[in-house]
């Protein structure tokens, strides 16, 4: 996790890309491909997928409802993360 952060934040690889590679990796199993990727996608957090179909979605898609709502959420999970972080920093201010 803390490499696909780097990779995302520090060097601005996208998500979709790490997700790809990580579903390229697993397909040295003996599965068929469709099964790798099944398994690799189900093994992922929602709000990674959900970011990675934000940033996949065309410039129509990003105009439809579920695009919207689905941005929506993200923006929520990102207020919250952010929320996390100040409450961690302002703790840690305290001691």
Request: avoid cysteine.
């Amino acid at each position: 996790l803390k490499s696909w952060l780097d990779l995302s934040v520090n060097k601005s690889v996208p998500i979709s890309l790490l997700i790809m590679s990580r579903a390229f990796t697993l397909s040295a199993s003996r599965l068929p491909p469709e099964e790798v990727l099944r398994e690799s996608i189900s093994s992922m957090d929602e709000d990674v997928i959900n970011e990675v179909v934000l940033d996949a979605a065309s410039k129509e898609e990003s105009e439809t409802p579920a695009i919207r709502k689905r941005r929506l959420e993200s923006i929520q999970f990102q207020n919250e993360m952010i929320d996390d972080e100040r409450e961690e920093t302002e703790g840690a201010l305290a001691k």
